[in-house]
């Protein structure tokens, strides 16, 4: 069975640094981008950008480029997406997705991120 | 930057058929997948490549392109296909885009 297991909530003060993680297991890690996807409160979803976890080459949203990055490590089948120094206005729903050729698609069940003083 | 533009509510009587549209201007040479996403759970595909439908998707789904726009068709619709769609594709570039979604209330 395919899955993507995400971690769990985060609650974090601005300025702090934060790091996501996304586990795929039941197929082969490497051979579908992951995609990170961030729905914020009550909004619709904003597609962040990907990572070819065979080579860790990334292609970002320009809304998003400067402001995450997007990591993997193949050895583990895990995806990562971080920031640096977060802001209230990253207070959303995170997604990881895969996606490949046909109907293979698959969600993970998101992270919740809380940014707040 | 590239945009998706969907109507941001639908409105159908149960038994009624849905028209959920999607324009873009590179959607005559990249496909668009659709997505259903209910209250507080993760989006689902419900077509992919314009018009395929995956396995364990109802039959009452269906999509349909024509130049510039896309449509998600829902025939026969029903209380629970209630949800907010979203369609997605990509840009020359490949870089993915979501449209701003579309609720899809049933009456």
């Known amino acids: 069975e395919v899955q993507l297991v995400q971690s769990g909530a985060e609650v974090k003060k601005p300025g702090e640094s934060l790091r996501i993680s996304c586990k795929g297991s039941g197929y082969s890690f490497t051979s579908y981008w992951i995609s990170w996807v961030r729905q914020m409160p009550g909004k619709g979803l904003e597609w962040m950008g990907r990572i070819d976890p065979s080579d860790s080459y990334t292609n970002y949203s320009p809304s998003f480029q400067g402001h995450v990055t997007i990591s993997a490590d193949k050895s583990i089948s895990t995806a990562y997406l971080q920031w640096s120094s977060l802001k209230a206005s990253d207070t959303a729903m995170y997604y990881c997705a895969t996606k490949g050729l046909g109907d293979f698609d698959y969600w993970g069940q998101g992270t919740l991120v809380t940014v707040s003083s | 930057s590239y945009e998706l533009t969907q109507p941001p509510s639908v409105s159908v009587s149960p038994g009624q058929t849905a028209r959920i549209t999607c324009s873009g201007d590179a959607l005559p040479k990249q496909y668009a997948y659709w997505y259903q996403q209910k209250p507080g759970q993760a989006p689902v595909l419900v077509i992919y490549k314009d018009s395929e439908r995956p396995s364990g998707i109802p039959e009452r789904f269906s999509g349909s392109s024509s130049g510039t726009t896309v449509t998600l068709t829902i025939s026969g619709v029903q209380a629970e296909d209630e949800a907010d769609y979203y369609c997605?594709?990509?840009?020359?570039?490949?870089?993915?885009?979501f449209g701003g979604g579309t609720k899809l209330t049933v009456l």
């Open positions: 997605q594709s990509a840009d020359s570039s490949g870089t993915e885009v």
